[in-house]
């Protein structure tokens, strides 16, 4: 199965934004925007663009509005504030500042000279992103966060698909889960929190990601939270399996998963699907068709993952 599209349907362009807010930014970056390029990559409902400046240099912006997207407006609020707690030799843009009147919030990074990683994943890419992965997790133990910050793990979910109208709805996505349900249902039961002390970027996927020939660069920090150092390596994987990768065999040599007990990557990828396929068969008939599609198809790679190794 292919990688669905990596970008939300709800981007808005530069010109879209109220002029008091293109101020805003543009007092912020100390300079008049002059040109704009749309991002690809994310599901943030606003603005995701390459701002070029009059004088010259670069910037990446992103915005939301309160009214109108409240939740992405807090996500935004929330990454600004992990953004700027975040140690200066970590692989992740540099905060330059942030508007906010209360309404409209826009944040802009210092801007990142790459690209997404190439989908299906290749080889080489994936394996420097492991050892990114790695080396931040090194980085962020202990968290440099305080956990009132933070949000809390997206993880979990299948006891609200047992009404037979959400069961279907399940079925008509993943067989297999629907079958299973009740297992599922009984290892989240038992599962007890990832514990640990390392600052876990929440929603690392290749469209949080980018690359150049010399480094690689996680962004988009809002779902960030604490827990065991491998919990992104799992992410990473699940999503190779995507690709048609085998994950395990990169799982038994990364150093953060490598001496792992069966069952703590496969209750991982049960409540990383858990929460995905919970939130896309619930999502009301408003939701973003692309983010939908995104969700389902990550789910279902952590299950396959899961049924292979169960």
Same mark, same amino acid.
């Given at each position: 199965m292919e990688m669905p599209r990596a970008t939300g349907g709800r981007r808005l362009a530069w010109d879209a934004l109220p002029g008091e807010v293109m101020a805003g930014v543009e007092r912020l970056l100390g300079a008049k925007v002059i040109a704009t390029i749309d991002q690809p990559g994310g599901f943030s409902e606003g603005l995701a663009a390459r701002v070029r400046l009059a004088d010259g240099r670069g910037a990446f912006v992103k915005a939301a509005q309160s009214a109108r997207a409240p939740a992405i407006a807090?996500? +935004?609020?929330?990454?600004?504030?992990?953004?700027?707690?975040?140690?200066?030799?970590?692989? $992740?843009?540099?905060?330059?500042?942030?508007?906010?009147? #209360?309404?409209?919030?826009?944040?802009a990074f210092e801007e990142i000279a790459g690209r997404l990683p190439a989908q299906p994943w290749r080889g080489e890419e994936l394996r420097r992103v492991l050892e990114t992965v790695g080396e931040l997790a090194a980085l962020l133990t202990p968290s440099?966060?305080?956990?009132?910050?933070?949000?809390?793990?997206r993880l979990g979910g299948w006891p609200a698909l047992t009404p037979r109208h959400e069961r279907d709805a399940l079925a008509a996505l993943a067989p297999w889960a629907a079958d299973h349900l009740?297992?599922?249902?009984? $290892?989240?039961?038992?599962?007890?929190?990832?514990?640990? +002390?390392?600052?876990?970027? #929440?929603?690392?996927?290749?469209?949080?990601?980018?690359?150049?020939?010399?480094?690689? $660069?996680?962004?988009?920090?809002? +779902?960030?939270?604490?827990?065991?150092?491998?919990?992104? $390596?799992v992410t990473v994987l699940s999503s190779a399996r995507l690709s048609g990768v085998d994950p395990q065999p990169l799982a038994d040599a990364h150093p953060l998963t490598r001496h792992l007990a069966q069952g703590q990557i496969d209750d991982l990828l049960v409540l990383h699907a858990g929460f995905l396929f919970t939130t896309a068969v619930r999502a009301g008939p408003g939701a973003d068709r692309h983010l939908l599609d995104m969700m389902i198809a990550l789910a279902g790679a952590s299950l396959r993952w899961l049924q292979e190794r169960w």
């Amino acid at each position: 199965m292919e990688m669905p599209r990596a970008t939300g349907g709800r981007r808005l362009a530069w010109d879209a934004l109220p002029g008091e807010v293109m101020a805003g930014v543009e007092r912020l970056l100390g300079a008049k925007v002059i040109a704009t390029i749309d991002q690809p990559g994310g599901f943030s409902e606003g603005l995701a663009a390459r701002v070029r400046l009059a004088d010259g240099r670069g910037a990446f912006v992103k915005a939301a509005q309160s009214a109108r997207a409240p939740a992405i407006a807090g996500f +935004h609020r929330r990454e600004a504030a992990i953004s700027a707690r975040l140690p200066p030799q970590a692989p $992740v843009p540099r905060l330059l500042g942030t508007y906010d009147d #209360g309404d409209w919030i826009a944040l802009a990074f210092e801007e990142i000279a790459g690209r997404l990683p190439a989908q299906p994943w290749r080889g080489e890419e994936l394996r420097r992103v492991l050892e990114t992965v790695g080396e931040l997790a090194a980085l962020l133990t202990p968290s440099p966060i305080d956990q009132e910050i933070l949000a809390r793990p997206r993880l979990g979910g299948w006891p609200a698909l047992t009404p037979r109208h959400e069961r279907d709805a399940l079925a008509a996505l993943a067989p297999w889960a629907a079958d299973h349900l009740d297992d599922l249902i009984a $290892v989240e039961a038992a599962t007890s929190p990832f514990a640990g +002390h390392t600052l876990l970027h #929440g929603d690392l996927y290749p469209f949080n990601i980018l690359m150049n020939a010399d480094r690689v $660069v996680v962004v988009d920090w809002p +779902h960030a939270w604490v827990g065991a150092p491998y919990c992104d $390596v799992v992410t990473v994987l699940s999503s190779a399996r995507l690709s048609g990768v085998d994950p395990q065999p990169l799982a038994d040599a990364h150093p953060l998963t490598r001496h792992l007990a069966q069952g703590q990557i496969d209750d991982l990828l049960v409540l990383h699907a858990g929460f995905l396929f919970t939130t896309a068969v619930r999502a009301g008939p408003g939701a973003d068709r692309h983010l939908l599609d995104m969700m389902i198809a990550l789910a279902g790679a952590s299950l396959r993952w899961l049924q292979e190794r169960w």
